[in-house]
């Protein structure tokens, strides 16, 4: 699986910004997989954003976008988008796509997560 993300750039803060990302794969999407968006600032681990389960849809957002960020399948073949509204300067982070495979891990560990985009920056200017 590939994955390809794409949306980044600068924003005021206050603005909204839409990051797509892309899944290019000979098989399918599993409906048990998991898509999720995480995000690293500089100097900073790599923390989790928001993620959804490919099939039921269900979504699960961290504390610090809640409300704000909206992650939900894109109009294209297996692409997931993170529509980012309200957008603070504590934004600002290299966004990375995710797919998590197998079952009973935790979506918010980027250690679980089998296949990685090659991330998109996201600056949020004050």
């Known amino acids: 699986v590939q994955l390809q993300a794409s949306g980044g750039g600068l924003v005021q803060a206050g603005g909204s910004l839409k990051l797509s990302c892309i899944a290019s794969?000979?098989?399918?999407?599993?409906?048990?997989?998991?898509m999720g968006w995480f995000r690293q600032a500089p100097g900073k681990e790599r923390e989790f954003v928001a993620a959804?389960?490919?099939?039921?849809?269900?979504?699960y957002y961290s504390d610090s976008v809640k409300g704000r960020f909206t992650i939900a399948k894109d109009n294209g073949y297996n692409t997931i988008a993170l529509t980012m509204s309200s957008l603070k300067p504590e934004d600002t982070a290299v966004y990375y796509c995710?797919?998590?495979?197998?079952?009973?891990?935790?979506?918010?560990?980027?250690?679980?997560?089998?296949?990685w985009g090659q991330g998109t920056l996201v600056t949020v200017s004050s």
């Open positions: 995710g797919i998590l495979r197998a079952t009973g891990l935790g979506w918010e560990s980027s250690r679980n997560y089998d296949y």
């Open positions: 794969t000979s098989g399918r999407i599993y409906s048990s997989w998991i």
């Open positions: 959804m389960r490919w099939g039921p849809g269900t979504t």
